[in-house]
């Protein structure tokens, strides 16, 4: 009843409190303002476009009459509105209801949520895996967890944010090396030496590069140097691999990588929710020590429901996947990332527009640009923060036709919308031809086939 006591006061003493508290606010505010004001003047600006239909290559957008094309998803296999997908999402709201109300260890555990997590240690043949609300908790709750002040932990530069804030929450020695360089990671693991434990901690597939990270040579040197390797698998659960494992099966060293984070909200149908899989005494710690499990509710069982039917359906067929392989190839994408390297990008379904842009530069600007499309093209020239220009800039495209882009708050929204609309224009014929390929010299590369007319309507 503190605050009873409180309030009373409060009410006693009259006009002074609730004075300060406005002029606090009010300084709040304009704090506030002035931040919004340096996020809007630095061109990283992001709202929010609403959409009104499912998840796709086509939806439909609050405002906008019609359907408009989406190329913003990671959507990579067209899971989130497959029908069996739903089904099974509509059961398990049925019979396990809409939420726990609690979190895992309290009272929120369903045969579902057992049974999702062995389907993923089995789909990833680790020993055994654990569930949290999304891999950001995931990253979130594993270093924390595993590692003291006596570990190191070696991180690539260009990590996702959540890998970067999962370090951060720990007390291990950080070693940072530079984005792909296996010699600038040896020499950080002879640093690394007088530490207890070793960890590389690497995204497998670098999304905002188009890079794929060099698995081998990372396990090679983690042996040498008597390391463990963590891998964030976001960007390749369900479809990297020649039956969708990951960077780990494509690289053929699933038996090196000790953990695994992924995501159940991209690939696996696209609802939410996140794991850690690896070792059995591993995650009997994390279920123990990770706070995001710890403190925060039980996925809900609709989203169970339909991560555990699209693991289902990759792990009866690998149709889907080799579908998506084969447009991976058709289109002539994952030939190189934007370093470059050997073994970037390879079967990556993204290209990187920066190494468009000059093959394109000459292409007249669609104007005027129908409503819808500019909408639809629009989040194209939504900035990025997180992502440093150039690496930012790529143009990704999925399965069944969900364009993705993520683009630099430097780079033109004219560019993007022009190298989009000239994709849209001449797909498929185009990519499969395209010029884009690791060393491409795009000054002499030859122009994209344009058709004059850069503004039809797009079909619904
Ligand atoms: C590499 C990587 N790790 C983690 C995450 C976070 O995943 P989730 O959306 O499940 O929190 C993302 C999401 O964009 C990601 O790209």
Same mark, same amino acid.
């Given at each position: 009843?503190?605050?009873?006591?409180?309030v009373?006061?409060?009410?006693?003493?009259?006009?002074?409190?609730?004075?300060?508290?406005?002029?606090?606010?009010?300084?709040?505010?304009?704090?506030?303002?002035?931040?919004?004001?340096?996020?809007?003047?630095?061109g990283?600006?992001?709202?929010?476009?609403?959409?009104t239909?499912?998840q796709?290559p086509?939806?439909?957008v609050?405002?906008i009459?019609?359907?408009?094309?989406?190329?913003?998803?990671?959507?990579y296999?067209?899971?989130?509105?497959?029908p069996?997908?739903?089904?099974?999402g509509?059961?398990?709201?049925?019979?396990?209801?809409?939420g726990?109300?609690?979190?895992?260890?309290?009272c929120?555990?369903?045969?579902?949520h057992?049974?999702?997590?062995?389907k993923?240690?089995?789909?990833?043949?680790?020993?055994?895996?654990?569930?949290?609300?999304?891999?950001?908790?995931?990253?979130?709750?594993?270093f924390?967890?595993?590692?003291?002040?006596?570990?190191?932990?070696?991180?690539?530069?260009?990590n996702?944010?959540s890998?970067?804030?999962?370090?951060?929450?720990?007390?291990?020695?950080?070693?940072?090396?530079?984005?792909?360089?296996?010699?600038d990671l040896?020499?950080?693991?002879?640093?690394?030496?007088k530490h207890?434990?070793?960890?590389?901690?690497?995204?497998?597939?670098?999304?905002?590069?188009?890079?794929?990270?060099?698995?081998q040579?990372?396990?090679?040197?983690?042996?040498?140097y008597?390391?463990?390797?963590?891998v964030d698998?976001?960007?390749?659960?369900?479809?990297?691999?020649?039956?969708?494992?990951?960077?780990d099966?494509?690289l053929?060293?699933m038996?090196?990588?000790?953990?695994?984070n992924?995501? @159940? +909200?991209?690939? !696996?149908?696209?609802?939410?929710?996140?794991?850690? #899989?690896? %070792?059995?005494? =591993?995650?009997?710690l994390l279920?123990?020590?990770?706070?995001?499990?710890l403190?925060?509710?039980?996925l809900?069982?609709?989203?169970?429901g339909?991560?555990?039917k699209?693991?289902?359906?990759?792990?009866?067929?690998?149709?889907?996947?080799?579908?998506?392989?084969?447009?991976t190839?058709r289109?002539?994408?994952?030939?190189?990332?934007?370093?470059?390297?050997?073994?970037?990008?390879?079967?990556?379904?993204c290209?990187?527009?920066?190494?468009?842009?000059?093959c394109?530069?000459?292409?007249?600007?669609?104007?005027?640009?129908?409503?819808?499309?500019?909408?639809?093209?629009?989040?194209?020239?939504?900035?990025?923060?997180?992502c440093?220009?150039?690496?930012s800039?790529?143009?990704?495209?999925?399965?069944?036709?969900?364009?993705?882009?993520?683009?630099?708050?430097?780079?033109s @929204? +004219?560019?993007? !919308?022009?190298?989009c609309?000239?994709?849209?224009q #001449?797909? %498929?014929?185009? =990519?499969?031809?395209?010029?884009?390929?690791?060393?491409?010299?795009?000054?002499?590369?030859?122009?994209?086939?344009?058709?004059?007319?850069l503004?039809?309507?797009?079909?619904?």
């Amino acid at each position: 009843m503190m605050w009873a006591g409180r309030v009373f006061r409060a009410a006693l003493s009259g006009a002074p409190c609730g004075h300060r508290a406005q002029s606090a606010l009010a300084q709040l505010r304009g704090i506030l303002e002035e931040e919004l004001e340096g996020i809007r003047g630095a061109g990283t600006w992001k709202s929010e476009r609403v959409i009104t239909s499912r998840q796709g290559p086509r939806i439909h957008v609050d405002g906008i009459s019609g359907g408009i094309l989406n190329f913003c998803a990671n959507n990579y296999l067209g899971l989130s509105s497959h029908p069996e997908v739903i089904q099974a999402g509509l059961r398990a709201l049925e019979e396990f209801g809409a939420g726990l109300s609690s979190v895992r260890f309290i009272c929120g555990t369903q045969s579902i949520h057992k049974d999702l997590e062995a389907k993923i240690a089995r789909f990833h043949q680790r020993e055994d895996a654990i569930l949290y609300p999304s891999c950001f908790d995931a990253n979130a709750g594993l270093f924390e967890a595993l590692l003291t002040p006596e570990d190191a932990v070696l991180s690539d530069e260009l990590n996702h944010a959540s890998i970067i804030d999962g370090i951060r929450l720990c007390k291990a020695h950080k070693y940072r090396y530079r984005h792909l360089d296996m010699a600038d990671l040896e020499a950080k693991l002879q640093e690394a030496q007088k530490h207890r434990l070793r960890l590389v901690a690497t995204d497998g597939a670098f999304s905002m590069d188009g890079d794929i990270a060099p698995l081998q040579e990372i396990c090679c040197l983690a042996s040498q140097y008597g390391a463990l390797v963590f891998v964030d698998e976001c960007h390749a659960t369900g479809f990297l691999g020649a039956t969708g494992r990951g960077t780990d099966e494509l690289l053929g060293v699933m038996d090196q990588v000790t953990i695994i984070n992924s995501t @159940l +909200g991209k690939a !696996l149908g696209g609802a939410s929710g996140g794991y850690t #899989t690896g %070792p059995g005494s =591993l995650v009997s710690l994390l279920r123990q020590r990770a706070r995001p499990y710890l403190f925060s509710n039980s996925l809900p069982p609709a989203v169970v429901g339909c991560a555990s039917k699209a693991l289902d359906l990759l792990m009866e067929s690998n149709a889907v996947i080799q579908s998506m392989a084969a447009k991976t190839q058709r289109c002539g994408l994952g030939q190189g990332g934007a370093s470059g390297g050997e073994e970037a990008g390879e079967g990556l379904p993204c290209m990187p527009a920066q190494a468009l842009a000059p093959c394109l530069r000459v292409l007249p600007l669609p104007t005027p640009l129908p409503q819808r499309v500019a909408l639809g093209l629009g989040s194209l020239g939504q900035g990025l923060p997180a992502c440093p220009p150039p690496s930012s800039l790529w143009l990704f495209l999925p399965f069944p036709g969900t364009f993705l882009c993520k683009c630099s708050p430097s780079a033109s @929204l +004219g560019l993007h !919308l022009c190298l989009c609309w000239s994709l849209l224009q #001449t797909w %498929p014929q185009t =990519l499969g031809h395209m010029p884009i390929r690791r060393g491409c010299d795009c000054s002499t590369a030859p122009q994209l086939p344009v058709t004059p007319n850069l503004c039809p309507q797009i079909p619904q």
